[in-house]
């Protein structure tokens, strides 16, 4: 089983409604399931004001975490801080560049996502969208797999993930759905325009819901036996051919 780095949770109620008010990037925050004090009620109370994520949990999950005394509360920090959509498209606009996006929906391996960050960084893409609930944990684990690329990419947190895919379509960015559910090639897939690239997990691919909402949907054609690619592989292919394509038009 894979130990955690200490440096990556903090444990204990007022522990952690401490570090939330003083500004600490909570990624995720595990409350006991059947814990209901006024010191719980509090915890909820503030991280409902930080729109941090929460789950209640069973006690034996927070006790495979560590067996010290966690109160009932622990809450996984990362050393990032999390980017406003807004700004990033904003700025993209601003700076007379053409938005180019990820949006990781449901991407829970820690390696695949610093994999994916680290390429996605030298490419010059402006920001990676993971939702609040089911992703990867953006610890000092992915820190590393990224080789510190995430110390340099935006990376926001979607509370929901359908209304950021809309708020994206609003503002001119077209969604593209990576998938083998199609028939287009993302050779043939124009990417010159503002886009942002909807990325699936690797068990269940991109959710039925959100594949309805894209734009287009582009797959990457295959020749071999294997029917599917690394998701951080193939997230890097598709970053690079809309690099390419925009290279082509300048």
Not at 47 to 52: E, N
Not at 76 to 94: K, M, R, V
Request: proline share 4%.
């Amino acid at each position: 089983m894979h130990q955690k780095n200490k440096s990556d949770f903090i444990y204990g109620t007022r522990a952690i409604i401490e570090a939330i008010e003083a500004g600490k990037e909570v990624d995720k925050l595990m409350i006991q399931r059947d814990v209901n004090n006024e010191l719980t009620s509090e915890l909820i109370r503030t991280a409902q004001q930080h729109t941090i994520p929460y789950q209640r949990v069973p006690i034996e999950k927070l006790n495979r975490i560590t067996r010290k005394n966690h109160q009932g509360a622990i809450a996984f920090i990362t050393p990032i801080t999390f980017a406003s959509l807004d700004n990033i498209i904003s700025e993209a606009y601003g700076n007379a560049e053409t938005p180019l996006l990820i949006i990781l929906d449901r991407i829970t391996d820690v390696r695949n996502f610093g994999a994916i960050a680290r390429t996605a960084e030298c490419a010059g893409v402006h920001g990676i969208v993971v939702p609040s609930r089911g992703s990867a944990q953006i610890g000092s684990d992915a820190m590393k797999t990224s080789a510190g690329a995430l110390s340099y990419i935006p990376v926001c947190r979607s509370m929901n993930l359908k209304e950021t895919i809309e708020e994206l379509q609003n503002n001119g960015v077209q969604i593209v759905a990576c998938t083998e559910k199609t028939n287009d090639s993302i050779y043939d897939t124009d990417l010159k325009a503002p886009t942002a690239l909807l990325m699936g997990s690797e068990e269940e691919g991109i959710s039925p819901e959100y594949l309805k909402m894209a734009d287009k949907h582009a797959k990457l054609p295959m020749s071999g036996n294997i029917e599917s690619l690394n998701v951080s592989v193939a997230t890097g292919v598709f970053i690079y051919e809309a690099i390419r394509q925009r290279s082509i038009a300048d």
